[in-house]
């Protein structure tokens, strides 16, 4: 099956926008151009038309939670996620009994071998500090241990793409030099000083988790993770733009320090986003979403109830950021961070056809992907 999209405002590699038309047959964006004779064509005059988001960090949606380790709830999960534009996922555990990740290492290794949107798993409990639990659960925190990790790795198929780690905890930074071989991993839950996480950064941690949420702040004296994030080139940071975690200015300025090639939106979304006020759970623990809040009976932050699409949106409707800039974020580097970038992730010949096209006001207008080509 071919579709052709014409007279849109592309977004291409270069980060900019460029008027012209996408073929795509059989799910891949091509080259060639044909007649519209037989070929299904969508009008995408005064539109833009940007690459499916990834959302590399979000826990649930549409009332599941990926930890409920059931292909019902995964199936509900991605349902959701296609319908908000966010066409790639890879969902976060919690922190939980390691007998409970194991189940859900083989429940999200089945679904993925019948959904391709599934492109990975995003550990981010049990290795972090006790210090800085957040919404995990600290019953269950544990200290890092390879061979759980090779385990649960090889449970889940390899899918296992990014794993939390907590560097100053017992076993850190020896558990690093032995994981990074396995897996990508961020600092995240954590309360090292700049010293460890420096020391952590140099030895291959990659990335930093929902930067500000959960870590130690910056302080003139104690710079803690984040400066030691910045002063590190091959580190990437999490942020997310729901207006509750984070000030607009902070977004701005993580922009602005970081650079558009280092920032990766997450929503770090639970089982509430897309659902009305009320009482729902994460990791066992309840949450009670008012607005665009979840909250722990505690007043603690519990992930988000805003989808990676919504923040997006925000970002450059609210907060100030340029619209390319919020793209890039939201849609390309998210998928570079999971390795995947020759296969999807922007718009040219040979990738994948995840496709979102959007009118002047940032609404989704349509969406195109892969099973519909």
Do not use: W
């Amino acid at each position: 099956m071919r579709i052709k999209i014409i007279n849109g405002n592309i977004f291409r590699p270069d980060n900019k926008f460029h008027k012209g038309d996408i073929e795509i047959s059989d799910g891949i964006i091509v080259n060639e151009t044909h007649e519209n004779s037989g070929i299904e064509t969508i009008d995408a005059e005064n539109k833009f038309i940007i690459p499916a988001l990834t959302d590399i960090h979000f826990h649930g949606c549409n009332g599941h939670d990926f930890c409920e380790g059931t292909q019902e709830a995964l199936q509900a999960i991605s349902d959701y996620e296609n319908s908000v534009g966010v066409l790639t996922i890879c969902p976060a555990t919690m922190t939980l009994p390691v007998e409970k990740l194991k189940n859900i290492m083989i429940s999200a290794k089945e679904f993925s071998g019948h959904n391709t949107n599934l492109a990975g798993i995003y550990l981010e409990g049990p290795f972090i500090s006790e210090h800085k639990i957040g919404a995990q659960n600290p019953k269950y925190i544990i200290k890092p241990d390879i061979e759980i990790l090779k385990t649960l790795q090889k449970l889940s198929g390899g899918l296992i793409k990014i794993a939390v780690i907590a560097p100053e905890v017992e076993n850190g930074l020896e558990f690093i030099e032995q994981a990074k071989v396995i897996t990508k991993l961020s600092i995240g839950h954590t309360v090292s000083n700049y010293e460890t996480a420096k020391k952590a950064f140099n030895s291959g941690v990659t990335q930093a988790t929902h930067l500000f949420n959960a870590m130690t702040p910056i302080n003139h004296r104690e710079p803690g993770v984040i400066i030691a994030a910045f002063e590190n080139n091959n580190v990437n940071v999490e942020i997310i733009c729901d207006g509750v975690h984070l000030h607009s200015a902070i977004v701005r300025n993580v922009l602005k320090v970081f650079g558009s090639d280092r920032v990766i939106f997450i929503s770090d979304s639970m089982e509430a986003t897309g659902k009305p006020d009320g009482e729902y759970e994460l990791g066992g623990q309840k949450v009670i979403k008012t607005g665009n809040k979840a909250l722990l009976e505690n007043g603690t932050i519990a992930g988000s109830v805003t989808n990676l699409f919504d923040c997006m949106k925000k970002s450059v409707l609210e907060m100030g950021v340029e619209f390319e800039t919020a793209i890039k974020c939201s849609a390309v580097n998210p998928v570079k961070a999971l390795g995947i970038y020759d296969k999807q992730g922007s718009i040219e010949a040979g990738k994948l056809a995840k496709i979102l096209i959007l009118d002047k006001n940032l609404n989704i207008a349509n969406i195109v992907s892969p099973s519909q080509s």
